[in-house]
């Protein structure tokens, strides 16, 4: 694997040029590994994109209308040392 | 040196107690087989040798006065290399921990361990961390399913699994974040049990999720599991997770009695995606009929939005793991095996309004799973969709994509029990899973245990094993 400094800057393949959720993913994924300082390799940068709408797509289930009234089971002692 | 070494804990400490076998003869034998077998099976990160005779010797001279510290007395364990214990690095298998952390001192489980009187005879192997998968470039034992070298023992407890089923060791500490425990346990064709969320102190192990963590017992029988969690278990003050609950005497709960059992059986999800395997399906079924000639009664049950559960416990996972990992992921990513860099990544990828909505979708799961419960005891699923696939097939975006049984319990911080039921016709192990209330780990190893007396499952041995005993 070769690291590339800025893997999302080359250009997107043909395949993602027809392929509009390709190409979303292609930019998000640039932009988080960029905001995260991440440096990855050419091969990694086509994994990510290929899986984040995978992983966006269930974390957006998780956003269902009857969860309007939860709080989030998180939870702490302020009297705790 | 004895040949035929006993299989369970609860037949070495009859052995034990009867004079048959030393403690020392017992640790050399399993040391013996560690040396002939943990190359092909990388099990074992490092071997204890010498504190583990050292052990054994203690054990044997308390039996010699007349003292007898429990079942576990002299009894040979592994402990999963992401535990800290004093007599051994701790590297989490892993270039990137720091070689100091955990140096020099047994992290609380693994002193009760000691205070019982056992023999630890070393670290077992771990998926990095505890996530992804092995990177044969990074220098550790790479772990193999003993029932086919091909296949996976699955992770992220693998070496303990191994152990356990290759008959390296009598038991062994594993730890859970979405199915570490119970996954080596199906895939290696022996019991393991997750615990309650805080039921087990989890200081002094390298964390994962903070909030998903957890250690468990892994041995071949119920009766084994519940020998070891009755020390294992119980509050620690310098864990801020851990539970104030009075430990039962879990052994002693143990009965065979599963007259008016009422078993929850949820067939969408866990038995009906196209992922779970025929002979899964059957295996699982066959089970439930011993348990119902047992007594126990049958109901067919829905886990609601159990596949958002599943993937709440991803979110919850990699958010609380990235969050550890982020400064060494910035500077040092290529010092991380390959598979457990893909896994981490996706923290970075995922918002804080992501992460407090899985938090959010947990308090609805916990709360209809608490109304389900009051109507059953126990709800009964298979471990695994299908037995061990080959480990060249393996990948971090495979496991993005498939179902998970195991992961809904930890985002609810329930036990959960992994028991073999079977095999597939390429002699793989399968397994089902028995999921309890909070705090029932006693109700789960009592039904395990009852369908154990009925079944040898767990007492079968890979072939690896016996060309040893040979």
């Keep these: ?80 040392e | 040196m004895p040949q035929d070494l006993p299989l369970t804990v609860k037949d070495a400490a009859a052995a034990l107690r009867s004079g048959s076998v030393s403690s020392v003869q017992l640790t050399e034998g399993f040391l013996n087989r560690i040396s002939l077998l943990n190359e092909s099976l ?18 044997d001279s308390d039996f010699a006065a007349g003292v007898d510290r429990g079942p576990l007395q002299g009894i040979p364990l592994a402990v999963k290399d992401i535990i800290a214990t004093e007599d051994a690095p701790t590297t989490a298998n892993s270039r990137v921990l720091d070689p100091e952390w955990g140096k020099g001192v047994d992290a609380p489980v693994v002193a009760r361990l000691r205070s019982a009187g056992t023999v630890l005879l070393g670290k077992t192997t771990t998926s990095e961390f505890a996530i992804g998968l092995p990177d044969p470039d990074k220098g550790f034992p790479i772990p193999r399913n003993p029932w086919n070298l091909d296949h996976t023992p699955a992770g992220s407890s693998s070496g303990t699994g191994i152990t356990v089923a290759a008959g390296l060791a009598l038991g062994g500490l594993g730890t859970d974040t979405g199915g570490s425990v119970r996954g080596p346990a199906a895939q290696n064709g022996h019991t393991g049990l997750k615990v309650t969320f805080g039921r087990v102190p989890k200081n002094g192990v390298a ?3 903070y909030t998903l963590d957890s250690v468990g017992p892994m041995a071949r029988s119920a009766y084994d599991c519940a020998i070891m969690l009755e020390v294992m278990a119980g509050y620690d003050s310098g864990d801020s997770y851990a539970a104030q609950v009075p430990v039962p005497k879990y052994s002693e709960l143990l009965t065979g009695d599963l007259q008016g059992l009422r078993v929850g059986v949820p067939m969408p999800y866990f038995y009906d995606s196209p992922e779970v395997t025929d002979e899964v399906r059957t295996a699982v079924f066959a089970a439930l009929d011993v348990l119902k000639t047992g007594g126990a009664e049958m109901s067919d049950v829905e886990v609601p939005y159990a596949e958002q559960a599943k993937n709440a416990n991803h979110v919850t996972l990699v958010a609380e793991a990235y969050s550890f990992h982020r400064n060494n ?66 990948s971090p975006e495979r496991q993005l994509r498939s179902v998970s049984f195991t992961g809904p319990w930890n985002l609810a911080g329930l036990p959960a029990l992994a028991v073999p039921c079977g095999f597939s016709s390429s002699g793989l192990p399968l397994s089902m899973q028995i999921i309890g209330k909070p705090f029932a780990e006693g109700a789960l190893l009592a039904v395990a245990d009852a369908y154990q007396r009925q079944t040898d499952w767990h007492l079968k041995v890979p072939p690896v094993h016996t060309a040893v005993a040979a």
Excluded: C
């Design chain 1, 1 to 80: 694997m070769t690291p590339t400094q800025f893997p999302g800057n080359r250009s997107p393949s043909p395949s993602h040029k027809e392929n509009g959720v390709a190409s979303d993913a292609n930019a998000a994924v640039k932009m988080l590994l960029e905001t995260a300082n991440l440096t990855v390799s050419e091969e990694e940068f086509a994994i990510f994109t290929e899986s984040y709408p995978i992983l966006r797509s269930q974390a957006d289930g998780l956003y269902l209308p009857h969860l309007d009234a939860e709080v989030p089971a998180v939870s702490f002692d302020p009297a705790a």
């Design chain 2, 42 to 59: 990388g099990a074992f990160v490092a071997v204890t040798g010498e504190s583990a005779l050292k052990a054994a010797q203690a054990a």
């Design chain 2, 207 to 209: 964390p994962l999720g």
């Design chain 2, 329 to 394: 992921m910035v500077n040092r990513w290529n010092d991380y095996g390959r598979f457990t860099r893909r896994a981490l990544v996706r923290g970075a990828f995922l918002t804080a309004a992501d992460y407090t909505q899985a938090q959010r979708f947990r308090s609805f799961f916990r709360r209809e799973l608490a109304q389900l419960f009051a109507s059953y005891d126990v709800l009964i699923t298979p471990t695994w969709p299908s037995p061990a696939p080959r480990s060249d097939e393996m």
